[in-house]
């Protein structure tokens, strides 16, 4: 029973490359998050692309696993997943203030 507030963030650090890290920060930054949503045990939201259309992204929060139909989604933590789980983690930081 040690876990659900902190791992994701942890993970992201210890799965993801930086580059890969500071893209999802931009995505992040520029507000390309959207449609955010969560359940107790999932999250979902979208994310704006470089292109026109915008990618869902899903994660497990039991789990600790997270997807993305972009083409990177299905191997390894993209930048859109980054994004939402930076999203998730700034959620979480404003509502304990
Ligand atoms: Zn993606």
Redesign the pocket.
Known sequence: MIMNDMPLEQLLSETVKPEIYFRGLRYFRRGAVYDFSKTENFISAKVEGGYVRP?T?KIDITNNKAY?N?P??FTEW????VAVIIYFSNHKNLGNK
């Open positions: 990618y992204v993305c972009c990177f989604g993209c930048k859109h997943i």
